[in-house]
């Protein structure tokens, strides 16, 4: 019997999930999945390594996870692709051919074309196994840090170092942190949240100079204002990692990833691409999107690993669930935020409730949530939404994804039927999406007499 040859270039969030996806779809499929690294780390826990795992060794994901599916690992780079070969040459002389090759070569930091940035104790987010250790070293060592960039990753590196009794100082150039994903009064609980914990939060600004010798000694800001530290890290965002494709002659698509179509398919029907490298569509535009998560990747990965067989799942665009947690406080958001959907030209009607986790109120634990829902005047269609409250909001986020991708409307989501139980969720009374979806509903009624955006 014939078995397919699958090759996998990439061993984190998108290569593992293709690789297992491909095994469920295809039981006899010869899988292998080559990977640069030694040991691949949990990336969306890389910040945990710094103030609540404290080693490398805690977050790493197990090798044991391709042994089960029978995916045969190969460490080495991947330097070339010949397409009409169908040979992958590595850094080592060797070389895989394959029948179908999947791409989830990632994303690579963004480091700032600023003077200073090669100085050292001047780090970016990789993830290296290696280059954390060397930063877990130098944090022993220092007691200043400045870090650039106030989104989700730069916000959690932050808690982080202040567990480890650092000072900290969070430099973001827009007027608030996290706005990329959340409206402004979210941000502002965020930052009262980090001034709570003593971080220093400088917004508005940008860092245009690394100020030292040989070791950093300070920033720069625009404003001509330094601040002195001992070590920068930077958390600006990432950009994809394009070059085997882009030197195979691939089509790069508008934002830079990997060209894909809806089977995930690159502009070569045998060379698949999943995760940060691939280019992303947005659920709400269907224009080309930025985003990029773990949770994307693998659900692409899960869509490229079934259609490797035989085309049967297409992808419908990226909705973008986002989480964080600044110590206590959880905030997540999904889909368009007021000011996104606003942009694009959109009346809304907003739903707004403010509820507790537990009920009754005073049951052990029990913390005030703020719901935000985001729906379509027109259509009634939710768009987004934004939670802030107890870890319970984390997975709320997640229904409301749902709700989004059926295009739920304002009363499906006011007759929604939830489970409940006083130690682990709001009341039924007064569940969150259900109170903001009426709040939303009450507002309808005033929208449809009086035609106009309210909120
Ligand atoms: C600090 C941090 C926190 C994050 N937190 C979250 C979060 O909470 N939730 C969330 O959804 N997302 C989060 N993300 C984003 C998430 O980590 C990425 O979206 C995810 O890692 C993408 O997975 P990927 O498999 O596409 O790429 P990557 O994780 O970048 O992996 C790429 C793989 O390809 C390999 N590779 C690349 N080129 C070659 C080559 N030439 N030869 C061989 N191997 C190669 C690499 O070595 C690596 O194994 C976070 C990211 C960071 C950095």
């Not at 080592?92 to 200073?116: D, F």
């Not at 224009?287 to 297409?314: C, D, H, Y």
């Not at 005047?377 to 749902?402: A, D, H, M, Y």
Request: charged share 20%; net charge positive.
């Amino acid at each position: 019997m014939h078995k397919s040859k699958i090759l996998i270039i990439g061993g984190s969030a998108a290569g593992i999930v293709t690789g297992i996806t491909a095994r469920r779809s295809d039981k006899n499929a010869e899988i292998t999945l080559l990977r640069k690294e030694e040991k691949v780390c949990v990336p969306c826990a890389i910040p945990y390594i710094f103030g609540t795992l404290c080693s490398t060794d805690k977050d790493i994901i197990p090798d044991a996870l391709l042994s089960k599916n029978d995916i045969k690992l190969v460490k080495g780079e991947a330097i070339s692709i010949d397409r009409k070969q169908k040979i992958v040459q590595l850094k080592s002389g060797e070389s895989l051919n394959y029948e179908k090759l999947v791409l989830a070569t990632g994303a690579l930091p963004i480091i700032p074309a600023i003077p200073g940035a090669n100085l050292n104790n001047v780090f970016s987010i990789k993830k290296d196994v290696d280059y954390i250790n060397k930063i877990l070293n130098v944090l022993k060592k220092v007691k200043n840090v400045v870090i650039i960039g106030g989104g989700f990753i730069g916000v959690e590196f932050a808690d982080e170092f202040k567990k480890k009794g650092l000072n900290v100082t969070i430099v973001e150039m827009l007027p608030h942190c996290l706005q990329l994903v959340f409206d402004s009064d979210f941000c502002i609980q965020a930052e009262k949240k980090l001034s709570e914990l003593a971080v220093n939060i400088v917004t508005n600004s940008k860092v245009v100079k690394i100020i030292g010798e040989q070791t950093v000694q300070g920033v720069e800001l625009s404003n001509g204002k330094q601040i002195s530290c001992d070590m920068v890290l930077m958390g600006i965002g990432v950009v994809p990692n394009v070059k085997l494709a882009r030197e195979a002659g691939l089509r790069i698509g508008q934002t830079g990833s990997v060209w894909i179509d809806q089977y995930l398919r690159t502009s070569d029907e045998n060379i698949f691409a999943a995760g940060d490298c691939a280019e992303k569509i947005s659920f709400f535009t269907n224009k080309p999107t930025k985003l990029k998560l773990a949770s994307i990747a693998t659900w692409e990965a899960r869509i490229a690993g079934s259609n490797l067989k035989k085309l049967e799942m297409n992808q419908k665009g990226v909705i973008g669930v986002f989480s964080t947690v600044i110590r206590d406080l959880t905030l997540c958001g999904v889909g368009l935020n007021e000011e996104q959907a606003t942009e694009l030209g959109l009346d809304l009607i907003i739903g707004n409730a403010i509820t507790m986790d537990r009920h009754p109120g005073c049951m052990p634990g029990a913390i005030e949530t703020k719901t935000k829902l985001i729906f379509d005047s027109e259509t009634k269609v939710l768009i987004g939404g934004e939670i802030s409250g107890g870890l319970t909001s984390g997975e709320i986020i997640n229904v409301l994804s749902v709700f989004i991708s059926t295009k739920a409307t304002i009363l499906d989501l006011v007759t929604f039927q939830m489970g409940t139980h006083p130690a682990l969720t709001a009341s039924p009374i007064a569940y969150p999406i259900v109170k903001a979806a009426e709040d939303a509903l009450n507002k309808q009624a005033t929208y449809s007499q009086q035609k106009k955006k309210i909120v």
